[in-house]
């Protein structure tokens, strides 16, 4: 088997080709990169920058040739930060999918989290419990493992690229914007970190902590091969944080060991690790060069030998919806609108990253019962998705997605319900939370036209506000919204506000 692994970051693209040949060992037959920047100006604008857009397909479609040429069985492309968080990222899928005939996966935070674990601990054979920092350039992730397994995923908007633009404003960078960086850095990651113990090693993974090692191994050990595997001490960090930080462009540049692709890039991932090492108590870290494409080939190998990747359980699903001729623009921007409030609310309402997936396949099928009748299609949604024998779902987790599509709307869920049956207090919980999204998101595409381009959402102590833009008018949503929003005020106890602005 031959498998292309596909890194798709808010700052740079990477591809890897390698064979797996069966009882073998793994080789790395090629590799490809390209720094795109496809995250610039993602902070301000909210959206994808056309010229990046354009630039990341050319790049892909040179490495898809590449990935053909050595006649690979498996291509996987997986998007992180930049095209999770931008309005326009499902745009920027559905592009590299005509033009490029690419499938990418969108992974949540924690997915990538879990990845980059998989990756240092396979490629670093480490043991016992260990913490692994993966920064890129929307995101940082914080995950502790014991063995393969992923015990916590911490995901944070503390990128390199996105911190780099809210805070470079000169070069260098001037005290009171090195000061707020710090302390902006240090504030999110004590707010979101869990209490756990000083792990026995700590990881360090993407290009930022690569990079950073050769700069320390060039004054060290020079010389050195490889970086893979190299320890930077805690000390080490903070000395050459604080001359990253005082320097320029030119004199950043002129540092042995330095990509001239980081430049602008590096100080601002310097206070994300020595700061998430601070909090973990760590006294080094261990550069892990291979980074989160490995963690995919391992998940691609480890699917391929029996688990379905989930792009193809979600065609499965798709196809089941299609069976039962459902409204597919319906469905897909019911989708859309699901996921865009699970993703702006994950944190806040502690929804958990596995819920995301059986929210998406609920809202895919939520009206396959009107394959059998109009009256009560919601319980017939139920009973065909129970029954529909999806690839790569468990029979429980099929259920759990029945039961959710069966309260995207009527009745609210109660105990004695037959979709409530044989589940436990936290399924029944798991349930009702992401029908609640369900349910708005619904309401969101009430008159059946994909109006709702853009959801801006705010949640504070008193009110959840969804401010709408799109194709006026847009009056039947905002009702369909509000009046479907009453099993998010039972869950949450907060009342959900609707309007409606003009789009620009």
């Known amino acids: 088997m031959r498998i292309a692994a596909i890194d798709i970051g808010s700052n740079s693209l990477r591809c890897t080709v390698v064979d797996v040949p069966v009882g073998g060992r793994r080789t790395t037959l090629d590799e490809e990169r390209a720094y795109v920047r496809l995250g610039r100006g993602l902070a301000e604008t909210g959206r994808l920058d056309e010229q990046a857009m354009d630039e990341t397909i050319g790049a892909l479609g040179r490495m898809l040739r590449i990935a053909h040429e050595h006649q690979v069985t498996l291509i996987r492309a997986v998007a992180t930060a930049a095209v999770r968080t931008a309005t326009n990222g499902p745009a920027f899928v559905q592009r590299a999918k ?31 419990d260990v913490a692994v920092i993966d920064i890129g350039g929307g995101s940082m992730e914080i995950v502790r493992a014991n063995g393969i397994e992923s015990c916590s995923v911490t995901s944070l908007p503390l ?74 001490t805690r000390e080490e960090l903070k000395d050459l944080c604080d001359a990253l930080l005082r320097s320029t462009a030119a004199e950043r540049l002129a540092m042995k060991g330095m990509a001239e692709s980081r430049v602008d890039l590096i100080a601002a991932g310097a206070v994300v690790l020595y700061e998430a090492m601070r909090a973990l108590g760590s006294e080094a870290v261990t550069a892990n060069a291979r980074g989160m494409r490995e963690g995919i080939i391992i998940q691609a190998v480890q699917r391929e030998m029996g688990e379905v990747p989930l792009g193809d359980r979600m065609r499965q699903v798709r196809d089941f919806g299609r069976q039962c001729r459902a409204d597919v623009p319906h469905a897909e921007q019911v989708r859309r609108l699901a996921l865009r409030l699970f993703d702006a609310l994950a944190e806040d309402l502690g929804l958990q990253a596995e819920d995301r997936t059986l929210l998406e396949a609920a809202a895919l099928l939520h009206d396959v019962g009107y394959h059998i009748s109009f009256e009560k299609h919601h319980k017939h949604s139920f009973h065909l998705i129970s029954h529909a024998g999806l690839a790569g779902f468990s029979a429980h987790e099929q259920r759990v997605i029945a039961g959710i599509a069966r309260y995207h709307s009527h009745a609210m869920p109660k105990p004695g319900h037959e979709a409530m ?61 509000t009046h479907k929003a009453d099993l998010f005020e039972r869950v949450w106890g907060l009342p959900v506000e609707v309007r409606e602005v003009e789009s620009v």
């Open 98 to 128: 005509d033009e490029l005939q690419l499938e990418i996966e969108v992974i949540s935070g924690e997915e990538e989290g879990r990845l980059a674990a998989l990756s240092a601990v396979d490629s670093l054979a480490l043991e016992g």
């Open 159 to 232: 990128g390199v690229v996105v911190l780099s633009d809210r805070f470079r404003t000169a070069d260098p960078m001037p005290k009171d914007q090195r000061k707020a960086l710090v302390s902006h850095v240090r504030h999110a990651i004590a707010r979101a970190m869990p209490e756990f113990s000083t792990p026995s090693a700590t990881v360090g993974s993407g290009g930022t902590v690569t990079t950073l090692a050769a700069i320390v191994a060039a004054r060290r050990a020079p010389g050195l091969a490889s970086i893979h595997g190299f320890s930077v």
């Open 421 to 481: 049956q044989d589940l436990s207090d936290a399924e029944r919980e798991q349930v009702s939370r992401a029908a609640a999204l369900l349910r708005i998101a619904d309401g969101l595409d009430r008159s059946r036209g994909q109006r709702v381009d853009t959801v801006e959402i705010e949640l504070d102590a008193r009110r959840l506000q969804l401010t709408i833009a799109g194709r006026a008018p847009m009056d039947v949503e905002v009702y369909g919204a």
